[in-house]
């Protein structure tokens, strides 16, 4: 072996998963819940009966593909969320023994961050041991918790806005035994409270929604300031607490809310939310109400790229240090004013269930930008003049004029387009200027690998030449915050980390929109344009998983281009290598997602058959080719709306 050739081959061999999981930066997202087996598969990792145990991911997917369960499907793992819930309440109930803190923490769960059934179910069946709750933001949503809460311990935290029929309904709870909390979105929502708890003689427990002059960096700094939509300034809090008072009600307040917003990146914002809030509530308190819990709303972010800091996508605080933070800051606050000390509620949302779902898809093709190399000299009589100097310009670049060769090759192939565009050069003459073009392109990019300071106009040049992985999924339906707020989620193949990955890839879906595209990528330190993947081999499927989607993403998707709800399975490990598939839900049919746009499923077969018959009268088919035709319609209607192989 030739000098040259062994050194290929040892860096080909120190190839390792350990240098995978710091590539695609799973310890740091990861939060231990993930990692790459000796394998090279993604594998996740929970506790059975205090023992670490693990599955991989591949073994999942060989279990759908077994039972004909087809990509792109939502995969849930029952153990993740259970332990996100777990990690909320121990961190809580530790802060509070170390410190002496005289309340309880009471944590609840707001249905709109992930309403589905399985999710609630989960929520409110692991959930009982620590009393976990649920908030309503909605009427719809105060049905599903008064369906699924079963505590009576645990909290009911009514949000929103509100009419008589939400009100009656959180007062009925209340009489059935529910610890259930109508908090004042509005002024104009308490006179209604009085008057049909006197109407219906149930005695309500009121909580009020403050507007804090405290913000919070980041997308939903809305929720809070004073600017805020929601909630009570403080004089309406004043009018709130006369109003009960002169009605003899003021001991049905009992309760203190607000929400600065969702996904906090900053300790800071919510030490300054939490010192606040609990000025006012010794306030109120002090004004002679009953209070006894503060409820402190969502925001304990998601560190969704690992860096622990106030980056969008992160949060420069952990579980840990939120508890710590909030206990003692309730308790400088109270104590200085002797009021005692509070439940705390919390709200957390994003942070219970983000990382219990996980996008699971297929690539369906690989797009390179990929040159055939060009000859040693341009054929032909009528060479245009601009396609001889673009091809002197790639025979003369080298890295010293990189730059000035990148500039020039952008002249001369607009100047080649702007002659296509008047007629004046050949369909084929364009296809060797665009092929020299790209070949200059691929050239300055192996170049800029060896330059230590890249011209910042060639930075993101990268990007332009990454291939394109084709994804058997829509952003829309299943990840609407990438393409509607830029949020990053960590992405990264299931499977073949002992190869390395030697190719730079964004991800288009399968929706054929040019929105429907993910080309940034979670990275420590900034925003990666581009994605390190395998190359597809031949007859093996490539997976891909979409990491911490649990969050947000299932309801706020959309039908664009007809792409339906995708499979659904909920998975629990049960130990090393075992798990039990709990609930499949299958995706929506092409049926199911045409009669949301009103079309119905018989009508469309009826008009079809017209057509068929139509053809057989004029000869076009035989009647014995009919059934097939029909068939293949009717088969489409009952298909998966994604691609299927
Ligand atoms: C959305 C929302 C939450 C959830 O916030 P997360 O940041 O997901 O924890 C909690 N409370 C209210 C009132 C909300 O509107």
Excluded at 168 to 176: F, P
Excluded at 376 to 394: A, T, Y
Excluded at 480 to 501: G, S, T, V, Y
Excluded at 571 to 600: H, K
Aim: glycine share 8%; aromatic share 8%.
């Amino acid at each position: 072996m030739g000098l040259q050739n062994k050194a290929a081959s040892d860096r080909l061999n120190s190839w390792t998963v350990a240098k995978a999981e710091e590539l695609y930066g799973v310890p740091n997202w990861g939060k231990g819940y993930f990692s790459i087996s000796d394998k090279g598969e993604l594998s996740i990792n929970t506790q059975i009966d205090d023992k670490n145990v693990s599955v991989s991911l591949m073994e999942i997917i060989s279990g759908m593909v077994e039972r004909g369960m087809n990509m792109p499907v939502l995969l849930r793992l029952a153990n993740l969320l259970d332990a996100q819930i777990s990690k909320l309440h121990n961190s809580f109930n530790a802060a509070i023994q170390n410190s002496g803190f005289k309340g309880r923490f009471m944590g609840v769960y707001p249905i709109k961050v992930n309403q589905q059934h399985q999710v609630i179910e989960e929520i409110t069946r692991y959930g009982a041991q620590y009393h976990h709750g649920l908030e309503a933001g909605s009427k719809a949503e105060l049905m599903i918790a008064l369906s699924m809460l079963k505590d009576p311990e645990a909290c009911l935290i009514c949000n929103g806005y509100k009419d008589e029929e939400f009100i009656d309904l959180a007062l009925y709870a209340t009489q059935l035994g529910l610890n259930c909390f109508v908090v004042l979105e509005m002024i104009s929502e308490l006179p209604m409270i009085i008057r049909r708890s006197r109407e219906l003689g149930i005695k309500p427990q009121i909580g009020v929604r403050v507007k804090l002059s405290a913000k919070a960096s980041g997308h939903w700094s809305e929720s809070g300031g004073d600017r805020s939509l929601f909630g009570l300034t403080i004089s309406e809090i004043i009018e709130v607490i006369d109003k009960l008072r002169s009605e003899g009600m003021l001991d049905s307040l009992k309760l203190l809310h607000y929400h600065i917003g969702s996904q906090i990146t900053n300790i800071r914002d919510i030490r300054t939310g939490v010192g606040e809030a609990c000025q006012i509530y010794a306030e109120i308190a002090l004004e002679g109400a009953n209070m006894q819990y503060i409820d402190l709303g969502g925001g304990l972010a998601v560190d969704y790229d690992g860096s622990k800091t106030n980056f969008p996508s992160s949060r420069n605080y952990s579980v840990r240090e939120y508890c710590e933070d909030i206990i003692e800051i309730v308790i400088s606050t109270l104590e200085e004013k002797n009021i005692p000390h509070p439940h705390i509620v919390t709200e957390s949302g994003r942070a219970t269930v983000a990382y219990y779902s996980i996008l699971l898809f297929n690539v369906l093709e690989q797009c390179r930008v990929h040159e055939q190399p060009l000859p040693e000299k341009l054929e032909g009589n009528d060479i245009p003049e601009h396609l001889q100097n673009l091809f002197d310009l790639f025979k003369g670049l080298t890295i010293k004029n990189i730059q000035e060769s990148y500039n020039d090759a952008i002249y001369y192939k607009d100047e080649l387009y702007q002659l296509f565009r008047h007629g004046k050069l050949s369909l084929r003459d364009r296809a060797k200027g665009d092929r020299i073009f790209w070949n200059i392109i691929l050239k300055i990019t192996q170049f800029l690998k060896k330059i230590k300071k890249i011209p910042v106009e060639l930075e993101e040049l990268d990007t332009a030449i990454s291939d394109i992985y084709y994804g058997n999924f829509s952003l829309f339906q299943s990840l609407p915050d990438i393409w509607a707020i830029e949020q990053l989620f960590p992405i990264m193949p299931i499977h073949r980390h002992k190869e390395e990955p030697t190719s730079q890839g964004i991800i288009a879906d399968i929706t054929c929109d040019c929105d429907g595209k993910i080309h940034k990528f979670i990275d420590l330190h900034d925003v990666k344009h581009s994605l390190p993947l395998h190359d597809l081999k031949p007859n093996e499927e490539y997976y891909l998983g979409v990491f911490l989607v649990g969050a947000y993403q299932e309801t706020l998707g959309d039908l664009h281009n007809l792409l339906g709800d995708t499979n659904v399975l909920s998975v629990r490990i049960t130990g090393q290598d075992e798990f039990d598939f709990v609930r499949e839900q299958e995706g929506d049919s092409v049926a199911d997602v045409l009669s949301y746009v009103g079309y119905y499923a018989k009508q469309l077969s009826i008009e079809f058959k017209n057509k068929v018959e139509q053809a057989i009268k004029t000869g076009r088919i035989a009647v014995a080719e009919r059934r097939k035709i029909i068939n293949a319609y009717e088969n489409g209607l009952r298909g998966y709306t994604y691609f299927e192989r």
